[in-house]
C-alpha cells in the first residue's frame, strides 16, 4: 500500500476521476488529506495526479 499526501485535498472527486485500471481505484482520507491505493498502480496515480496540479507527494 502507497500513501500520497496531498495537501489541497478537498473532496473524494479526486478517486472517483482516477480509475486506476478496471476495478480498482484508490481510496481517500479527507481528514489526514491523504490518498493510498496498492503499489503496483503507482504510475498512473502520479500521472492523474500531475496533469491534475495536484501537489502530491509519495510516502513509503
Known amino acids: 500500500m ?8 478537498t473532496c473524494g472527486g ?5 480509475l486506476v485500471a478496471p476495478g480498482v481505484a484508490p481510496t481517500a ?9 496498492d503499489a503496483a498502480r503507482i504510475a498512473p496515480l502520479i500521472a492523474a495526479l500531475r496533469a491534475g496540479g495536484r501537489n502530491a507527494a509519495l510516502h513509503g
Do not use: C
Open 29 to 37: 482520507d479527507l481528514d489526514q488529506r491523504e490518498v493510498r491505493m
Open 14 to 18: 479526486l478517486t472517483k476521476g482516477v
Open 2 to 9: 502507497v500513501t500520497f499526501s496531498i495537501p489541497n485535498i
